[in-house]
């Protein structure tokens, strides 16, 4: 599939519950890339439970600074998939805002490595959590290579739709500054309330291609951990049942690029 980024304007609308549920679901091989510039929260929170060695973006970001991305990569995943090993990864992000400063420099690097990550015949796609917009940094390069950016919205309150509207003008402009337009941001829609999913739309002037319900239960497991996996798990059946639609606009959206740049269109939507 690709690299799909996965983005929101501020006030937690889910997106690393999100990035998880869609990891644990699709069916290719997935690596799940903790991006969030103010620290990751999958170690402390979906696998709370489990003793993991200081891993992940940080030490990598050591390594691309010796030019070794690719050879130390393999060495900072956590497998999320006990029975299936080496299905479900994870690149766990750093633990302090501080770093942030530190793996500033290897958003590059590592957003072309990850969009390569799906070549040959055991390729993977990339689920990269890039966090909120408003943070003093966000990893732009993971943006700007990636084949959709989903800005994650909570549709039950103006409170996160509000804000959205800015992040997704700021989106519009900066890919389109970057030369690949507009195209490949979408929404994610999470739950439902007073507002529809036309008039968010038609808001934030984008399209939707995923909505996940309000499903308390299995998104507490998701973020937080401690619990197990129970009950009917809407939130992880709605994810998987989003996955064809995704594959199918990143499909699409290739079509479109290859189109527009055989012919030498300057205008990439
Ligand atoms: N589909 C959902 N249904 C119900 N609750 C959800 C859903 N998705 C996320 N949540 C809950 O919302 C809260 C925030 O989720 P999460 O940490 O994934 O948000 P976030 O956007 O990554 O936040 P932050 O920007 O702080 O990292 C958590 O308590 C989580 O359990
Ligand atoms: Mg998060």
Redesign the pocket.
């Known amino acids: 599939m690709a690299l799909i980024a996965m983005v ?1 304007a ?12 869609c990891t644990l679901t699709w069916g290719g091989r997935t690596v799940l890339a903790e991006c ?1 510039p ?1 620290g990751g ?1 999958i170690l402390s ?1 979906y696998l709370s439970s489990l003793e993991i060695p200081p891993i992940g973006l940080l030490p990598l970001a050591a390594a691309a600074l010796r030019d070794q991305l690719a050879d130390a990569f393999a060495h900072q995943l956590v497998d999320l998939d006990a029975k299936h090993r080496g299905r479900r990864l994870l690149l766990p992000g750093i633990n302090d805002p501080v770093q942030a400063g530190t793996i500033r420099p290897t958003w590059e690097p590592l957003a072309v490595f990850l969009s390569e990550l799906e070549r040959g015949d055991d390729g993977y796609d990339v689920v990269a ?1 890039c ?2 917009l408003t943070t003093n940094a966000p990893p732009w390069p993971l943006l700007f290579r990636a084949d959709l950016v989903l800005l ?1 919205v ?1 549709a039950a309150t103006l409170r996160t739709i509000a804000p959205a509207a800015a992040a997704a003008e700021l989106l519009r402009r900066e890919l389109t500054q970057y030369g690949r337009g507009d195209g490949a941001l979408a929404l994610a829609l ?2 439902d309330g007073p507002y529809r999913r036309r008039d968010i739309e038609q808001r934030l002037q984008l399209p939707t291609l995923m909505e ?5 239960r ?3 497991v ?3 951990g401690g619990g197990r996996l129970r009950g009917g798990q809407h ?1 992880l059946r709605a994810a998987a049942g989003a996955e064809p639609a995704v594959r199918e606009a990143i499909t699409r959206r290739r079509a479109h690029l290859a189109t527009t740049s055989s012919t030498g269109s300057s205008h990439v939507r």
């Open positions: 929101s501020k006030g937690s609308p889910g997106v690393t519950t999100t990035a998880v549920a969030d103010s929260s929170g959590d966090g909120r994650v909570r999470i739950g996940l319900p309000d499903d308390r299995t998104a507490e998701l973020s937080d939130l």
